[in-house]
């Protein structure tokens, strides 16, 4: 009797058993996908500082390295995943409004639309929209704080895109 349930609980054990262990975590991502190329983002918001672009295009390099399995392609011919965008808002407005018309909160927003080109498992083009924000007190001088706002605001953009490449489309 002993034997028989020794039996059926190693049947279940054995059947509960993971068939692959690993600490790679390769998502919904196709194996077939090793590098990707992003072309520097273009500016099309009007008050969007001229050093943005390149510094939230290597943020988004970064990223994508670090935190996947993709290496950086040099040409965008060698890359199964090809990035490109622009930015297309860039703003601070008014948010908490208190007495009268005075803020005690301001929002900058930044809005990046993203084109994700696929050569495998076949060739495909996905649109992504990404607006992000960060708060700050109306009476911070803006200057002193827009790099800080804009790295807060770098890391969510960084972190929709990955999860958009990490998803099953």
């Excluded at 992000?132 to 911070?140: G, I, L, N, Y």
């Amino acid at each position: 009797m002993k034997l028989l349930l020794l039996l059926i609980l190693v049947g279940f054990l054995t059947a509960c058993w993971p068939s692959r262990i690993g600490f790679r975590d390769v998502g919904g991502m196709p194996e077939e996908w090793k590098s990707f190329h992003l072309q520097t983002l273009q500016i099309n918001a009007s008050t969007c500082p001229l050093n943005y672009s390149p510094n939230l295009s290597e943020a988004l390099k970064d990223g994508i390295q670090n935190n996947s399995r993709l290496n950086l392609a040099v040409n965008a011919k060698d890359a199964e995943v090809r990035i490109s965008g622009e930015i297309t808002q860039y703003n601070v407005q008014p948010i908490a409004l208190q007495n009268g018309d005075n803020a005690a909160k301001n929002r900058l927003s930044v809005t990046v639309q993203f084109s994700i080109n696929t050569v495998v498992p076949k060739q495909e083009e996905i649109k992504l929209s990404v607006t992000r924000f960060s708060d700050f007190d109306a009476t911070t001088n803006f200057a002193s704080v827009e790099n800080q706002l804009l790295a807060a605001i770098n890391e969510q953009i960084v972190q929709d895109v990955l999860n958009k490449l990490m998803s099953n489309w």
